[in-house]
């Protein structure tokens, strides 16, 4: 296991026992992970399943079938652009193409090197009135514009700063 793995894993081994090793809890114990490391590494996965008794097969692929679980690293700040109907007829799409530049995303690229900033499209956020819609950190902001999301970023990174 690499070194970031192995310095968590008292947390993940307290995560297990206060879950009783149950196999039952499988999926709280990997969200309770997943808050250590920001996803789910697969060498932890592989530590879970042996702790728990059960093949890595069925943990990674419980890992896999819901949405909420991360196999990449995440960044610290996430930010979730809406592109439904109703926020893509709205301009969602200028909105991403803004954000991606302003933080150097490549296509095909999600989360910056700085592991600051990962930034994800979802079919629905379900606040199509507020269309154009984008989540930064679980927080909800409607009507986007492009400049509104760019200086959505510059605030979050001067604060980083301070």
Excluded: W
């Excluded at 090793?21 to 999926?27: D, G, P």
């Excluded at 200028?94 to 930034?119: H, Q, S, Y």
Aim: aromatic share 6%; with cysteine.
């Amino acid at each position: 296991m690499t070194e970031p793995t192995i310095k968590h894993l008292d947390k993940v081994q307290a995560i297990l026992k206060k879950n009783d090793f149950q196999t039952a809890r499988l999926i709280p114990i990997l969200q309770e992970v997943q808050e250590i490391y920001r996803y789910l590494p697969r060498e932890v996965m592989s530590y879970v399943a042996k702790e728990l008794g059960m093949p890595a097969g069925e943990v990674y692929g419980v890992a896999t079938f819901y949405a909420h679980f991360a196999l990449d690293p995440k960044g610290k700040h996430v930010i979730r652009l809406c592109n439904g109907t109703a926020c893509h007829v709205r301009g969602s799409e200028p909105i991403l193409a803004a954000v991606r530049e302003k933080l150097g995303l490549a296509k095909g690229k999600n989360t910056t090197d700085d592991l600051m900033f990962t930034v994800e499209t979802v079919s629905c956020l379900g606040a199509c009135g507020l269309a154009p819609v984008m989540v930064v950190d679980e927080e909800t902001h409607g009507q986007m514009t492009a400049e509104k999301a760019l200086a959505l970023i510059d605030k979050i990174l001067e604060s980083e700063k301070a």
